[in-house]
Every structure is written in C-alpha cells, then in structure tokens.
C-alpha cells in the first residue's frame, strides 16, 4: 500500500525559514518523480515544485521560485522542501504527491504551515 | 502559470448528471493530452478520478468520465450520489515539467 507521510509543518514568522519532509513507503520511491502541492486555507490547490528520480532535474512554481527548495534522500525514501524567506501569503496545508506519468495519483494527508507574526 | 477556470460550483439531484468544465489556453489544456481530475472532501487529501483525460485508476467507478475539447476539458459525474458531494479540481501539464489547477468546483447533490 502507498503511503506518504508528511511532517514539519508549525507556526513561523514571516521572513523565517522552515523545512518539511515526506516519508513514502509502498513504491520504489527512487524510480519515481515527486511533487509538492499546496492548499491555502478555503482555497484551490496550487503546484509548488517537483523532482526527478536521482534529484537532477527540479522544477518551481513561480510564487516560490528562488525561495523554496526541493530535494529527496533515495536511500531514505524521503521527499523535502526547505522553505525560506516565508510570507503570509504560504500559509497553506503542503502535500506531498507521487507521480503516475504526469499525473498525481497518491497524495499525503498533508503539514499545516502558519506564517504569522 | 495562470489558474485554469472552473464554475465555482455546480449542484444535481441524486441520479443526475452534471459537468464541470476547465478552461485553459493552448498552452495547457489544448496543448497536451495531459489533464487530471481530482475530487477532495472536506479535510481529506485529493484523490485522483481520471487522468490523461479520460482514463480511470483502479479502483474508480466508470460514472466519473473525462473529455476534452479545444482549451477546455469536462469532467462529468452520471448517477449522483450523496458522496459525490465533494470539491473537484482540474490540472494540467503545462509543459517544461510545470503544472497548473484550477480554482475548483463544489459539487453539492441537493
């Protein structure tokens, strides 16, 4: 059975830093692309960031560009996204998603991050 | 990387159908074969309903079907039932390994 796990998520201030993980299990985790998703509060979902197999290839969604970095430990089966220079506007429940081609087809049940003061 | 565009919400009797379309640009939507739907209850994770389109994972009923036309895709749910009642959102891949959703669509089954 797939499961991803997340963890990290609490309350920081703006211009803070925080860094949040994802434990996967039931899948060759290193065989597989792995995304980040957000959710703000009452609002849709929005595409953070994702990462090839071997951690080469990283992509951004343009809110996070430059603030936020994703990285994974294949020998840990451990998905991360090292946030920084937090706003408000991040405030949101973060997701961890497997990939099915160029589709997410396992999701977390999410990390609440509050940026607030 | 503009939000795709769903109706805010949408509402059918059980046994009805509704749609739920997505509106892109060409650059999304109509440029690739590549949209997902995904339905999520209130506190809960997203669960995947189809994608590539039109394709089902295992494990989803065939009233949940996927189609596309031009810049727009449709999710359609047949045979309502109070389960359904849930929020849905549409994503697509809109290249260079990016992808954008839409705002979403309530679905209450009155």
């Known amino acids: 059975e797939v499961q991803l796990v997340e963890s990290g998520g609490g309350l920081v201030q703006p211009g803070g830093s925080l860094r949040l993980s994802c434990a996967a299990s039931?899948?060759?985790?290193?065989?597989?692309?792995m995304s980040w998703v957000r959710q703000a509060p009452g609002k849709g979902l929005e595409w953070v960031a994702n990462i090839n197999q071997d951690g080469s290839m990283k992509n951004y969604g343009d809110s996070v560009k430059g603030r936020f970095t994703i990285s994974r430990d294949n020998a840990k089966n451990s998905l991360y996204l090292q946030m920084s220079s937090l706003r408000a506007e991040d405030t949101a429940v973060y997701y961890c998603?497997?990939?099915?081609?160029?589709?997410?087809?396992?999701w977390g049940q999410g990390t609440l991050v509050t940026v607030s003061s | 990387q503009s939000a795709l565009t769903q109706p805010r919400s949408v509402s059918g009797s059980p046994g009805q159908s509704v749609t739920i379309s997505c509106t892109g640009t060409?650059?999304?939507?109509?440029?690739?074969?590549?949209v997902s739907w995904y339905q999520q209850h209130p506190g809960k994770a997203p669960k995947l309903l189809i994608y590539?389109?039109?394709k089902w994972p295992s494990g989803v009923p065939d009233r949940f079907s996927g189609s596309k036309s031009g810049n727009t895709a449709s999710l359609t749910i047949s045979g309502l039932q109070a389960e359904d009642e849930a929020d849905y959102y549409c994503?697509?891949?809109?290249?260079?390994?990016?992808?954008?959703f839409g705002g979403g669509t309530k679905l209450s089954v009155l």
């Open positions: 998603a497997k990939y099915l081609g160029r589709n997410f087809d396992y």
């Open positions: 039931g899948f060759t985790f290193s065989d597989i692309w």
């Open positions: 590539d389109v039109t």
């Open positions: 060409s650059s999304d939507v109509g440029g690739y074969n590549y």
């Open positions: 994503c697509s891949w809109a290249g260079r390994n990016t992808w954008v």
